[in-house]
């Protein structure tokens, strides 16, 4: 069997192993496979939307963030912002609305 993963520059690659990370590509965040959140979307139309991660770092490479429900500690450190001098992976930062950009 064949799995097709997202890779950093939105193309798919077909891989033999199974993605490690499922993803939203709405939302454009990503989560553990059992993620309590996206296994209740999927009788609500999520598979439509779902990608596949071959890690965390492709997925991190592919502009996404992780799921506040399930990925806890990479959530809270991304909800954090960057801070100088500190890696900050995500290329996409957390913002208020109501602030400017």
Known sequence: MTYRLLQPDGSFAES????????????RLYGRLDCESAVR???RGY???RV????????IDAGYRPCGRCMHASHSIWKAGPVEGVAY??????RHPLLPE
């Open 47 to 49: 598979a439509k939307h």
């Open 16 to 27: 033999d192993v199974p993605g490690t990370l499922g993803g939203n590509s709405t939302l």
């Open 89 to 94: 992976p995500w290329h996409i930062t957390p």
């Open 41 to 43: 979307a999927l009788p």
């Open 52 to 59: 596949f991660f071959a890690n965390e770092q492709a997925a």
